[in-house]
Every structure is written in C-alpha cells, then in structure tokens.
Nanobody, 125 residues
Framework: QLQLVQSGGGSVQPGGSLRLSCAAS????????ISWFRQAPGKEREGVSC????????NYADSVKGRFTISRDNAKNTVYLQMNSLKPEDTAVYYC??????????????????WGQGTQVTVSS
C-alpha cells in the first residue's frame, strides 16, 4: 500500500520546537522533491519549505526562514521539518507533499503525487 505518514505534531509554547516527519511506505521518496505546506483556520494553504531529491537544495518561505530546517534521510525514506523558535502564527495543519519533479519549483496547487494526512501544530501560551 502506497502511503505517506506524518508524525511529530503537537502543542508547544512560543519559542519552543517541534520536528515533523514524513515517511513513505510502498514507494521511494529518493527521486522526488518534497515540500511542506501548512494551512491555518480560515486561511489559504501556503508553502513552507522544499527540498530537492538529493537534499542539496532547499528553500523556505520568508515567514519561516532562519527558524525552520528541512532535511531528508533517503536511507530511511523520510523527510523532516525541524521547527524552532515557534510563534503563535505558525499554528496550522502541516502537510508534506511528494512532488512529481526531482527539483523544487515553487509551491503549486497541482503536480504532487502524494500528500501526507496532515498533522496539527499548535503554538500557544
């Protein structure tokens, strides 16, 4: 069965950290760029970060630059999003997405082969 399973969300106080994981089963992530998106209540989905297939190229939304780090372990077939210095405005459901391409090419509305199930991140005091 082909699936993308996310883990690692939760609740944290402002300034705290969380690490999200996105693990694939039934297929390999190795050939594809992976993006993280998030959607807050009442807001449109926004792209957060992307990593290319080799892990050698990454990009970040301005809102998370310097605080979030995307990485991948192709041997474990898993991509991570390390989130530090979290702010209340980071509260959202986070999704990972497997691109149809091996390189990052912006945060698009289509062109992704698989999506994770979503994981809630809540930042609140």
């Amino acid at each position: 069965q082909l699936q993308l399973v996310q883990s690692g969300g939760g609740s944290v106080q402002p300034g705290g950290s969380l690490r999200l994981s996105c693990a694939a089963s039934g297929f390999t992530l190795n050939y594809y760029a992976i993006s993280w998106f998030r959607q807050a209540p009442g807001k449109e989905r926004e792209g957060v970060s992307c990593i290319n297939s080799s892990g050698g190229s990454t990009n970040y939304a301005d809102s998370v630059k310097g605080r979030f780090t995307i990485s991948r372990d192709n041997a474990k077939n898993t991509v991570y999003l390390q989130m530090n210095s979290l702010k209340p405005e980071d509260t959202a459901v986070y999704y990972c997405a497997v691109d149809s391409r091996y390189y990052c090419s912006g945060y698009r509305n289509s062109g992704y082969n698989y999506w994770g199930q979503g994981t809630q991140v809540t930042v609140s005091s």
